[in-house]
Structure formats: structure tokens, C-alpha cells
């Protein structure tokens, strides 16, 4: 059973920047697909990032060139680094992991953290 904890979320001004990390445990760290996913009130939980086992990204359009996901194997932990942050990005942003196929719906992701709140304030 693989855990998943975030951090890094809170209150940021519009252009600023936050780094989002989120740690596993209790599965084979290096062969996890991982997303980063969004939720707003009143929203569908939607994608914004994922890394496949092999190193592979993908990024939402509307993050392209704002948004980076990246992972430390070794460290059992991947990261959402957020630069030029509008208030539209303000969520709840969830990691999740698969074991199964590479994949940018919600759906298909088996394990799931608490979430953490990015709020930016314009």
C-alpha cells in the first residue's frame, strides 16, 4: 500500500512562485507513475501534471511553461515547482500515483494524498 503525503501549499500573491512536494512510502518509489491534480470549489478534480517511471512529463496547457514536475527517486518524493501564479490556479492539489498505465485522468489513480491548498491572492 503506497502512502502519500503533500506539502508546501499556502497563501501566495499573484506572479509569485511555490515548490509542492510529495513524499511516499510504502511501495517501489521508482516504478510509480505520478500526478498532480487540482480541485476548486464547485469544480471536476482536473490534471496538471504527471511524470511516468521512465522520466517522461506531461504538463496541462494551462500550466505549460508556468508549472514543472520533477522527481528524486532516491528520496522517495516528487515535486511540483509553480512559478507565475495567477489566482486561477487556487485549489486543492492532490498527488496521486499508479502502478498501472501512464495516465492523465484522475480516474485512473489508485493512491491519493490529503491534498494541500494553494490559495493566490490578485
Known amino acids: 500500500q503506497v502512502q502519500l503525503v503533500e506539502s508546501g501549499g499556502g497563501l501566495v500573491q499573484a506572479g509569485g512562485s511555490l515548490r509542492l512536494s510529495c513524499a511516499a512510502s510504502?511501495?517501489?518509489?521508482?516504478?510509480?507513475?505520478i500526478g498532480w491534480f487540482r480541485q476548486a470549489p464547485g469544480k471536476e478534480r482536473e490534471f496538471v501534471a504527471a511524470?511516468?517511471?521512465?522520466?517522461?512529463?506531461a504538463h496541462a496547457d494551462s500550466v505549460k511553461g508556468r508549472f514543472t514536475i520533477s522527481r528524486d527517486n532516491p528520496e522517495n518524493t516528487a515535486y511540483l515547482q509553480m512559478n507565475s501564479l495567477k489566482s486561477e490556479d487556487t485549489a486543492v492539489y492532490y498527488c496521486?500515483?499508479?502502478?498501472?498505465?501512464?495516465?492523465?485522468?484522475?480516474?485512473?489513480?489508485?493512491?491519493w494524498g490529503q491534498g494541500t491548498q494553494v490559495t493566490v491572492s490578485s
Open positions: 511524470t511516468k517511471w521512465t522520466g517522461y512529463t
Open positions: 510504502g511501495g517501489s518509489f521508482s516504478s510509480l507513475n
Open positions: 496521486a500515483a499508479t502502478s498501472a498505465l501512464f495516465s492523465t485522468s484522475y480516474r485512473l489513480y489508485e493512491y
